[in-house]
């Protein structure tokens, strides 16, 4: 079971009498109340969605893009040449 903090904030939730249904056959399979298998189904769900932020999608092309730019990098321009400067100038003759 997760960590149990101290509960301090309300949730309150309207629903249908079926879903409430479901959620308590749910909750007595699990061996949890209602209120404990809502909590963690809410967790889980909020947890997955977080996650799927997470993830970069590319279309195909903007793949192969990627991968080009991976294999066969352009040469420095100057700003990238100044901000390797800056960084070698600030972090690695700091140290």
């Given at each position: 079971m997760p960590n149990q903090q101290?509960?301090?904030?309300?949730l309150e939730a309207r629903i249908s009498p079926d879903a409430l249904s479901m959620v308590k056959r749910a909750?007595?399979?699990?061996?949890?109340?209602?209120?404990?298998?809502?909590v963690a189904a809410a967790q889980e769900a909020a947890q997955r969605t977080i996650e799927e932020t997470a993830i970069i999608r590319l279309s195909m092309e903007d793949q192969r893009n990627l991968m080009e730019a991976i294999l066969d990098p352009p040469e420095p321009n100057e700003a990238?040449?100044?901000?390797?400067?800056?960084?070698?100038r600030l972090v690695i003759e700091s140290r």
């Open positions: 101290s509960r301090s904030a309300r909750a007595e399979i699990q061996g949890r109340s209602v209120s404990d298998f809502v990238l040449r100044k901000a390797a400067d800056a960084y070698k």
